[in-house]
């Protein structure tokens, strides 16, 4: 088990308590005093079981829910509303389906006052860098769901986001669609080299992508429980580094840890609802 470098990070939540308030006047503590550092450059996977809290903390990272106590740093200074340095990919595509790939694409760049022609022509570039060229006259309902997820990601990253947040981005997508994007989002990351906090049920996909695994336990009230730097080098091939004796010794020792706060996680969702 690995603790987080002290340095300056992209992303620092420190002891961040997330609480929401329930009929009746009580409070569901979702997050208890988490503290997570996100390095400049850093691709960073929290792994836990179903509603442990990760997406909570994801949102916390975008600004998109205030801690209840503890705080959050953007490259080094509060964060105070929305993480404008940020940009945030959801597990459901959030493509308008009357625009085209390519005004999908365009659209976050018009909306910061880009002329159309010169958004265009970058959505265009983009769209060629996720292997779909061809694609921008077609609208959502006529791709498939890993072309579709190719123009969320040109979505997102035509505006140069410092950091990206990425909630079970590839959760809808079949097994192989799955290591196919993990692929591109590795070659398009090594690119620059983004901040990355990565939310994922699936630990195989956590280290084969990550540099670091982050386990959260079981809620309410969850927390930290494990950091591990994935010793893997890059680049990667996520179809071949599974087949690392080191990828299977580092899932074994995450899964004694993560098994349990799993079997905790199911029991809870059937007694008493489970958590946020």
Request: hydrophobic share 45%; charged share 20%.
């Amino acid at each position: 088990m690995q603790a987080q470098a002290a340095a300056l990070s992209a992303v620092a939540l420190d002891h961040a308590t997330v609480a929401f308030g329930l009929a009746g006047q009580s409070v569901y503590t979702a997050v208890e005093k988490a503290t997570l550092g996100v390095a400049d450059g850093e691709f960073v996977a929290i792994v836990g079981p179903t509603g442990c809290g990760k997406s909570t903390l994801l949102n916390v990272a975008a600004g998109l829910l205030k801690p209840a106590s503890g705080a959050v740093r953007i490259f080094d200074a509060p964060l105070t509303g929305l993480n404008h340095q940020a940009g945030y990919l959801f597990q459901a595509d959030a493509l308008f389906p009357w625009k085209t790939a390519l005004d999908n694409v365009a659209l976050g760049l018009e909306i910061q006052g880009v002329a159309r022609a010169e958004a265009l022509e970058r959505a265009q570039a983009w769209l060629t860098s996720v292997g779909l060229a061809s694609f921008g006259n077609r609208y959502p309902h006529m791709m498939s769901g890993g072309q579709r997820k190719r123009v969320g990601m040109a979505q997102v990253l035509i505006r140069n986001p410092r950091i990206l947040l990425m909630d079970e981005p590839f959760g809808p997508l079949d097994a192989q669609t799955r290591q196919i994007m993990g692929n591109l989002l590795l070659e398009l990351w090594s690119r620059d080299r983004k901040a990355v906090l990565f939310v994922t049920h699936d630990l195989e996909e956590a280290i084969a992508l990550a540099d670091r695994v982050v386990i959260m336990s079981a809620g309410p009230a969850s927390r930290i429980i494990g950091d591990w730097k994935v010793p893997l080098p890059r680049p990667r091939d996520i179809f071949e580094v599974r087949l690392q004796p080191e990828f299977h010794a580092l899932h074994r020792e995450i899964w004694t840890v993560l098994k349990d706060e799993v079997m905790k996680g199911y029991a809870q969702s059937a007694g008493t609802g489970g958590g946020i």
